[in-house]
């Protein structure tokens, strides 16, 4: 790949494999994988990856395909690619799995200190040049990130799209609800792991035994029986994928195992490529936004179709070759031209670039719910009341507004938030909103959702900003019954482009029993559900104005209409008698 004033390092090398290498940490734990060089005699920069699944097949020719639960773990890339272009590519097992040693940290501190040591080892090998960079996506690219924030000396960038830097939030516990089918998915794809409960070598055994007892009396778990096996299983062996499992599950809010493993960006001078695509709001995409926003050293950030990657990973190969000549090998690919902020545009094929995220010409319009399941952007109306549903494991219903159908073509691009008043007869509620792309004869595309968990609502304004609320979901506050409460709900980002005739609709339900439309929108579906009936209820009166925040880039300069923008055709009686007794003073 070349472009008119610059051309990536080309294919010229043979490759050869150091199999089983072995990287000792200073703490006597040994890292194992595998090492791909070129077959040349000058030293060479390094790109590593470092994760937990099996490191055999992460560069077997296996013909890719697309996402699914079966091969998401192929996740390294192709190290041959970079090999035959002049780069080693080092893949290693994180500790604690496949032939690593020691314990595994599951993406712990001491995870990322194992990376920034082997980084230096690698880097100081006769081969290499003392320059490396990290690559891979999802849990390879998590990784990547903390162990960004160590700034090893050799580290000159990272290529990071995909990835996650809240455990809590991101996938674990959307909005504080417990997201059990994706974690029951995942814990079976770790190779070999060896894992101790850390809520038990915290707190005792005995503390550990009552804190599973009681997630077993827990309505909401017991509920879920993959997440009940894993519970029982720990009273007998609080150990491997199933100890893994429990001690997410006994944390419930953001305790001190969540913070260990959330990125703190306080350190970030080393060049940062972010990105995800638009159909991961419920995995990657709210962290690469997060990374970008925070990220002080050099950045990108670039949000593809919603597709996720082919699996093995390959797509991105070419970019990141970029990114890796420019930073290891000082040869400068343009990129310091380019626009650090690169969007795919769903349903129009296209891309557009922006200076900045969010983008600089959003205008965020509210959107309030009304009577009859009207939503506009006008105020509140005297007569507007209230939209009550059912929730119980019987019948989880649900509440829908529509925008009007939109005249002009209107472009969304954004994070959004729903301004929620809401009472329930329970003790607590799970929100789930859901935001949809719909056309004029009825098919709706999924845009993003956005959670809260009532008992969870509490917000720190000093993290917080008019588009992303931020909660601390670090307590829970049972709800008192009927009492109406103002709930902020956070929209994962969204982008799509309304055609005239198109609505945006909104969807509020209190569980998501919904089947997934694919593989990468299921990544957000799989959540704990209330096991009380209640009667919820949306509050959208003159003292509680309910509304979504829309993030306009372009279009609706002059709103949507009520009619649709067809003009009436109807003969209406004009009060013309009581109009003139009033022109006359008559009463």
Request: contains cysteine; aromatic residues 12%; proline residues 8%.
């Amino acid at each position: 790949m070349f472009g008119r004033d610059w051309a990536l390092s080309q294919r010229r090398y043979r490759v050869s494999v150091d199999r089983d290498v072995r990287i000792p940490l200073p703490d006597g734990t040994v890292l194992v994988g595998d090492v791909f060089r070129p077959d040349t005699s000058e030293p060479v920069p390094v790109i590593a990856g470092f994760h937990p699944y099996n490191n055999e097949f992460q560069a077997e020719p296996i013909m890719p395909t697309g996402f699914s639960v079966q091969r998401g773990w192929l996740e390294s890339g192709d190290p041959y690619f970079f090999a035959r272009r002049g780069y080693a590519h080092a893949v290693f097992n994180v500790r604690g799995t496949g032939k690593s040693t020691g314990l595994y940290q599951a993406m712990g501190p001491q995870e990322a200190q194992d990376g920034a040591d082997a980084i230096e080892w690698l880097a100081g090998q006769p081969w290499c040049t003392g320059k490396a960079g990290l690559f891979g996506i999802s849990y390879f690219a998590w990784l990547q990130i903390q162990i960004a924030m160590l700034t090893p000396p050799s580290l000159a960038a990272i290529f990071a799209p995909f990835g996650a830097t809240d455990f809590y939030r991101d996938f674990l516990y959307h909005g504080g609800i417990f997201s059990w089918r994706f974690l029951s998915h995942w814990k079976d794809k770790f190779d070999g792991l060896r894992y101790e409960s850390w809520y038990r070598q915290q707190h005792g055994e005995q503390a550990y035994a009552d804190a599973i007892a009681a997630a077993l009396a827990d309505d909401e778990l017991a509920a879920v029986p993959p997440i009940v096996a894993s519970l029982t299983a720990c009273l007998a062996s609080p150990r491997g994928a199933n100890a893994f499992v429990t001690d997410i599950v006994l944390a419930r809010t953001e305790n001190e195992w969540f913070t260990q493993r959330r990125v703190d960006y306080g350190s970030t001078g080393v060049p940062g490529y972010f990105g995800a695509c638009w159909g991961l709001h419920g995995l990657h995409l709210p962290a690469a936004f997060r990374s970008f926003g925070h990220w002080q050293g050099p950045k990108k950030l670039v949000v593809g179709p919603p597709l996720y990657l082919d699996r093995p990973f390959y797509q991105m190969h070419h970019e990141a070759l970029r990114w890796f000549d420019h930073w290891l090998s000082g040869n400068d690919t343009g990129f310091a031209d380019e626009a650090p902020v690169r969007l795919f545009m769903p349903g129009t094929g296209t891309w557009i670039e922006a200076p900045d995220w969010p983008l600089p010409q959003t205008r965020w319009t509210e959107f309030y719910l009304h009577q009859e399941g009207l939503l506009s952007e006008h105020d509140s109306w005297p007569a507007d009341r209230a939209t009550t549903f059912e929730d119980s494991p019987f019948a989880h219903a649900e509440a829908v507004w529509r925008t009007p159908p939109l005249v002009e073509t209107t472009e969304v691009i954004g994070p959004m938030v729903l301004r929620l008043f809401a009472s329930t007869t329970d003790t607590d509620a799970l929100f789930f909103a859901t935001v949809f792309a719909e056309d004029a004869d009825g098919p709706a595309d999924e845009l993003t959702r956005g959670w809260l968990r009532a008992s969870q609502a509490a917000t720190d304004p000093a993290r917080s900003t008019p588009w992303l609320p931020y909660h601390r979901h670090d307590h829970r506050e049972p709800v008192q019954p009927g009492q109406v409460r103002q709930y902020d709900i956070p929209i994962v980002p969204a982008a799509c482009r309304l055609r005239p005739g198109q609505r945006l609709r909104l969807r509020i339900k209190a569980a998501d029993d919904e089947p997934p439309a694919d593989m990468v929108l299921g990544t957000a579906l799989g959540h704990v559900s209330r096991q009380n009936a209640a009667l919820i209820t949306i509050h959208h009166d003159e003292d509680h104005p309910s509304a979504l925040l829309v993030p306009v880039t372009s279009g609706n300069l002059l709103g949507t209409f009520v009619s649709g923008g067809v003009l009436s055709t109807r003969a209406e009686t004009v009060p013309a008698a009581k109009i003139a007794r009033q022109k006359a003073g008559s009463p």
